[in-house]
C-alpha cells in the first residue's frame, strides 16, 4: 500500500495577476468581531500620564506619612524648608494637578491628626489603652531616680558637734611647763608674758592668773597691775640689796621660780583685796598665811601659785 505522502502532488501553475473581486469567506476563515469597551478602569486610565508628577506626588506622601509616625512618636524632627522645584534624582516637579493637591491635602489632615493625638496624650498623660502611665523622673548624674512626687523629710536630725575650743587667754601661751631649770635661771620656753606685755610667770601660773585677771576685770573694769614676776638670780640680788629684808636671800624667792607676783597698790587697796581673798583661791592663786594681815611679814601685794610652790617644796 502506498502512503498519501508518496504520491506526487499536481503541479500548479500561479498567476501574477491581482484578483479583483473580494474572496468569498472560507470556512478556516474568521470573521472578525466587534470589540466592545469593558466597563470600569483599565491599566492604561490608572497609569501615571506624567511620571515625574507620580514620583513627585510619592515623594510627599512618603514624607508626610514619615513625618505623621514620628510625630505621633514623639521623635523630634529638623524643620525642612521648602520642597525645591527639582527633585533629588534631577527630575523637575511638575505643577499640582486637582489629583495631586488632593492627595497633599490628605497627608497634611493626617499629620494634623497626628499631632492633635500626641497633644491630647502629653495633656491627660494616659496610655493608648486609656490607662493612666507613670511618668519617670528625671534621672540623676550618680543614677539615683527620684520620683516626681517625692517630698523632703522634716525629721530633726541631731548631730553632736563638740564646741569650738576658747581662745586662749594669753594669745601665743599653751599654759604648758615642764618644771626644769633652777631657781632664777628659768628658759624663756617656761614662761609666758602677762597682758602688760612685760611681766613674765611660769606658763602654768601664767594662764591661770590670767583667767583670774578676766574675772577681776569684769568686776572692776580694769586690768590688775603688776609690779614684778619672775626674778633672775641677777634680778634677786639687786632686789635685795634695795629692800632688804622684804625680799628673801637670792635662790629662795618663789619670784626665782616664777610662782609669785606683786601686785600694785591700787589693784588690791580696801575692797578689791577681800574680793581678790574670797576669788583668787579658785584660780590657784592666794596671798600666803604669811603675808596677810596679823601674819609674820604682812605683804598684801604679794600672791604665790599655790599648786606650783606646793611642787617646789
Known amino acids: 500500500m502506498r502512503h498519501a505522502r508518496d504520491t506526487p502532488l499536481p503541479r500548479t501553475t500561479t498567476s501574477t495577476t491581482p484578483r479583483t473581486s473580494p474572496r468569498g469567506p472560507g470556512r478556516h476563515v474568521a470573521s472578525s468581531a466587534d470589540r466592545r469597551r469593558r466597563s470600569g478602569p483599565t491599566w492604561s486610565s490608572l497609569a501615571p500620564t506624567s511620571w515625574p508628577l507620580s514620583i513627585g ?3 510627599a506622601v512618603t514624607m508626610a506619612t514619615t513625618t505623621g509616625l514620628a510625630v505621633a512618636d514623639g521623635t523630634p524632627q529638623p524643620v525642612r524648608s521648602a520642597a525645591p522645584d527639582t527633585a533629588p534624582s534631577g527630575i523637575r516637579a511638575t505643577p499640582d494637578t486637582p489629583d495631586a493637591a488632593e492627595t497633599k491635602r ?3 489632615a493626617v499629620v494634623a491628626a497626628a499631632r492633635q493625638a500626641v497633644l491630647v496624650d502629653r495633656e491627660q498623660g494616659a496610655s493608648r489603652s486609656g490607662a ?8 540623676a548624674a550618680g543614677g539615683i531616680v527620684v520620683p516626681s512626687d ?5 525629721e530633726t536630725v541631731s548631730l553632736d558637734v563638740e564646741s569650738a575650743p576658747e581662745p586662749p587667754v594669753l594669745p601665743g601661751c599653751d599654759g604648758y611647763a615642764t618644771g626644769a631649770g633652777s631657781n632664777g635661771y628659768l628658759s624663756a620656753s617656761e614662761m609666758c608674758t602677762l597682758w602688760d606685755g612685760k611681766t613674765l610667770v611660769r606658763a602654768d601660773a601664767a594662764v591661770a592668773l590670767a583667767r583670774l585677771n578676766e574675772s577681776y576685770r569684769a568686776t572692776f573694769g580694769e586690768n590688775m597691775c603688776i609690779t614684778d614676776g619672775y626674778r633672775s638670780y641677777a634680778l634677786q640680788v639687786s632686789t635685795r640689796a634695795a629692800k632688804g629684808s622684804l625680799a628673801a636671800p637670792p635662790g629662795t624667792s618663789n619670784h626665782g621660780w ?5 601686785i600694785c597698790p591700787d589693784s588690791y587697796a580696801g575692797s578689791r583685796y577681800d574680793w581678790l581673798r574670797a576669788n583668787a583661791p579658785a584660780y590657784g592663786w592666794d596671798n600666803p598665811a604669811w603675808a596677810r594681815p596679823g601674819g609674820s611679814k604682812y605683804e598684801p601685794w604679794h600672791w604665790e601659785f599655790t599648786a606650783g610652790v606646793a611642787q617646789m617644796g
Open 57 to 59: 506626588i510619592g515623594i
Open 106 to 108: 490628605d497627608a497634611a
Open 132 to 139: 493612666r502611665t507613670a511618668r519617670t523622673a528625671p534621672q
Open 150 to 154: 517625692a517630698t523632703m523629710s522634716g
Open 258 to 262: 616664777g610662782l609669785a607676783v606683786d
